[in-house]
C-alpha cells in the first residue's frame, strides 16, 4: 500500500468527494478515483458508496479511516528521523479571529519566523462561521478562534483559555474607576462595537434583549485595533471588547476597565486542528510555541 493512496483516501474521506479531494492534492478526478479502486482491491473490502453524486463511507471505510491515519503517522516519523534535526520548512496556514490576530499573534509569529525562519506563514481571518469551513475543507492548517467551549469529534483540541469580555474605555472616561455602573448608564455613551455576528456582540445582544435593552453603536468594525485606537481618542466613548485587546493600554494607565453592574460574559480562546491532518514539522513547531507562550499554563494573564 502507497502511502499516497492513504493521504487520498483521507481526504476524500473528510470532503466527501472525488473531485474536491482531486483539487486540493493536485490530481484529476480520474487519478483519485483510480487509487481509491486499488487500495480496495489491496485491502478486499469496499471503503466507499457511489450513488449518483454522493460518496459516503462504507462500515469498513469507517474502520480504516485509524489505520490510515496510524500509517501517516509511522510515515511522518519515520521521515522526522532521517531528517534529523533540519529546520522546518514549507508552508504554514493559520485560520483566526481578527482580534487574535491583531493583539495575541503578532509577539507569537515574529518568534516563531525566529524558530523557523525557512516557514511561510499565511493568516486566515473571518468570523466563526467561515474558520469553522476553513478547517473542514482544510483551507488551514490550524484554527486559533474566540468562542463559547466549542468542541466537534473531527477536531483535536490542543488547549483553550477563558477569556473575559468587558466593557472599555479611556483612563479619563467619568465611569473610570467607578463601581456599580448600571448598564443603562453606559448603553447611553456613544459606542463602537464589532461587528453583528462576532461570538461575544451576539452574546451580548440576547442579553441586552431579556432586560429589554437594545445596542446602538455609532461605529462598527470588525477591526478591534481601530475601536481600542478610537477608545484613546474619544474621551466618551465605549467599547465592549475581549480584554486581551485593551489589556496592555489598561496596564499603561490609558485604558479603564469599567465595572459594570450585570452579567459577566466570558469566551474561550481555542487552538485545535482536524482530526485526519498530517502534522508537519513546521506545525508542531508552533502548537509547542503556542502552549509555551499562550496557553493556559504560560503565565500569560
Not at 66 to 93: C, D, I
Not at 130 to 142: G, K, S, Y
Request: positive net charge.
Amino acid at each position: 500500500m502507497e502511502i499516497r493512496m492513504a493521504v487520498t483516501f483521507l481526504r476524500v474521506a473528510e470532503l466527501g468527494s472525488f473531485s474536491r479531494a482531486a483539487e486540493q492534492l493536485g490530481y484529476s478526478q480520474a487519478a483519485v478515483t483510480v487509487q481509491m479502486k486499488q487500495l480496495e482491491r489491496e485491502l478486499g473490502t469496499q471503503l466507499f458508496e457511489r450513488i449518483g453524486r454522493r460518496i459516503r463511507l462504507t462500515e469498513d471505510g469507517a474502520r480504516f479511516i485509524p489505520y490510515a491515519q496510524e500509517l501517516l503517522k509511522a510515515a511522518r516519523n519515520a521521515r522526522t528521523f532521517v531528517q534529523g534535526a533540519r529546520t522546518p520548512s514549507g508552508r504554514l496556514r493559520i485560520g483566526t479571529a481578527e482580534s487574535l490576530s491583531i493583539s495575541v499573534l503578532p509577539p507569537v509569529l515574529l518568534q516563531f519566523h525566529r524558530l523557523c525562519p525557512l516557514v511561510e506563514t499565511s493568516l486566515h481571518t473571518g468570523l466563526i462561521s467561515e474558520l469553522f469551513d476553513m478547517v473542514r475543507q482544510n483551507h488551514v492548517d490550524l484554527l486559533y478562534f474566540l468562542d463559547k467551549k466549542t468542541d466537534f469529534p473531527d477536531w483535536i483540541k490542543v488547549f483553550e483559555r477563558p477569556e473575559p469580555i468587558v466593557f472599555a474605555a479611556s483612563a479619563s472616561h467619568p465611569f473610570a474607576g467607578r463601581d456599580h455602573i448600571p448598564l443603562e448608564e453606559v448603553l447611553a455613551e456613544p459606542m463602537a462595537l464589532t461587528e453583528r455576528g462576532v461570538s461575544y456582540r451576539y452574546d451580548l445582544e440576547q442579553m441586552l434583549a431579556a432586560e429589554k435593552l437594545e445596542l446602538h453603536p455609532f461605529l462598527e468594525t470588525g477591526n478591534t485595533d481601530i475601536i481600542a485606537s478610537l477608545l484613546l481618542r474619544h474621551r466618551r466613548m465605549v467599547s465592549f471588547l475581549p480584554q486581551y485587546v485593551v489589556q496592555k493600554q489598561v496596564r499603561a494607565g490609558r485604558l479603564a476597565v469599567l465595572r459594570v453592574d450585570g452579567p459577566r460574559l466570558q469566551m474561550w480562546s481555542q487552538l485545535v486542528y482536524h482530526k485526519n491532518k498530517w502534522i508537519t514539522p513546521q506545525m508542531q513547531a508552533f502548537l509547542e510555541l503556542m502552549r509555551r507562550t499562550v496557553g493556559p499554563d504560560s503565565g500569560e494573564a
